[in-house]
């Protein structure tokens, strides 16, 4: 089955840019997804990108997909001390109907002042 | 704002006891499903609805059962808890649209003694 795998600690300074990565084992993904947890709090969907996209940018989010390498990207430009939080990548599959998605393990982002 | 309530948020129980939590929405959505976070494995998919009385398993399923009898509800029931299951519970919705984003709840926490 799919498989989504994530690295678990970021830490960047204030005004930097974060890039957030992700790679996915099923060739298939139709859809891939970023969603950024608050501590204490549920799930809040970033973005999206559909697999015949190479990039997707909303303000200071880029998307970046590799659909060759299966490798997903998240950069978020001008990071502030309000970005820090988890971040998830997860994956839904064109066999997959019943809408499930498959996560990765969450990336933590600390942002220093 | 998905419309989506859990309950309880926050429970603490011994070993053995029943526990069953609550997950309701306001939106009519056909999908939902239950994932359970825990450090270092993301969120993993426990059971999911694709309608009344439709469930099926997840990744995840041994020890829960799920149930929806109307609409709006899907209750998660953990017939004799046990303490690999002290974890946070999320709800989620799919939405309406073809992208396939799920709709996240705030998240139920379950201490098992």
């Known amino acids: 089955g799919e498989d989504v795998e994530q690295s678990l600690f970021l830490s960047v300074r204030e005004g930097d840019s974060s890039v957030i990565n992700c790679t996915y084992t099923?060739?298939?993904?139709?859809?891939l997804y970023w969603y950024k947890q608050e501590p204490g709090a549920g799930l809040q969907l970033l973005t999206y990108i559909f697999s015949n996209m190479d990039m997707k940018q909303d303000q200071r989010l880029t998307v970046l997909l590799n659909k060759k390498d299966k490798h997903l990207s998240l950069r978020i430009a001008d990071t502030q001390t309000g970005d820090s939080a988890i971040y998830f990548c997860?994956?839904?599959?064109?066999?997959?109907?019943?809408?499930?998605?498959?996560f990765g393990q969450g990336t933590t982002l600390q942002v220093k002042p | 704002d998905a419309g989506i309530t859990q309950s309880p948020r926050h429970k603490v129980t011994e070993t053995g006891t029943p526990v069953t939590l609550r997950c309701h929405q306001t939106e009519n959505h056909r999908y939902m499903y239950w994932y359970r976070q825990d450090p270092g494995h993301g969120l993993r998919l426990i059971h999911y609805?694709?309608?009344?009385?439709?469930?099926d398993k997840g990744e995840v399923s041994d020890g829960y059962s799920v149930s929806r009898s109307k609409t709006e509800d899907f209750l998660l029931t953990l017939e004799s808890a046990t303490s690999s299951q002290t974890s946070v519970y999320f709800c989620a919705i799919r939405g309406a649209g073809d992208t396939g984003e799920l709709f996240f709840g705030e998240g139920s926490r379950l201490t098992v003694l």
């Open positions: 997860a994956a839904r599959t064109s066999s997959s109907n019943t809408g499930k998605l498959i």
């Open positions: 099923d060739s298939s993904s139709t859809y």
């Open positions: 609805s694709y309608g009344v009385k439709d469930t």
